[in-house]
């Protein structure tokens, strides 16, 4: 639970900060592919974690099963919904996302509009 705890975090920050975090190297060609996977990595976890969290109050309450799975996916897609949201909080749009060249240590800037 930890560790998928931790792990999750990781993949928010690296959509939220593309390629900050990340030795890889990104370049606006492999950009979007990177984040869609993290993305869709991101929404397999939430959603386990979140359909845990709630069948585990099934079993609490001694409830018959509210469709837990189904659930974990729909609050695990919304919150993956509030994501431009929170990329506007954290990095208006007038501001460039910087991607890291590990090949010539330097930073390169990406237009993200
Ligand atoms: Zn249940």
Redesign the pocket.
């Known amino acids: 639970m930890q560790t998928a705890v931790i792990e999750m975090i990781h993949k928010f920050r690296e959509i939220l900060f593309p390629g900050y975090f990340n030795r890889a190297r990104l370049d606006p060609a492999n950009l979007s592919y990177h984040i869609g996977q993290t993305v869709a990595e991101l929404f397999d976890m939430l959603a386990e974690q979140i359909s845990r969290g709630?069948?585990h109050?099934?079993f609490k309450y001694d409830?018959?099963?509210?469709?837990?799975r189904e659930r974990g996916y729909r609050h695990a897609l919304s919150l993956l919904e509030s994501v431009p949201e929170m990329q506007n909080i954290l990095a208006p749009s007038d501001i460039q996302i910087r991607t890291h060249d590990t090949s010539k240590s330097s930073a390169r800037s990406l237009s993200t509009t």
Request: hydrophobic share 20%; net charge negative.
């Open positions: 709630i069948r109050e099934c409830l018959e099963c509210t469709d837990c």
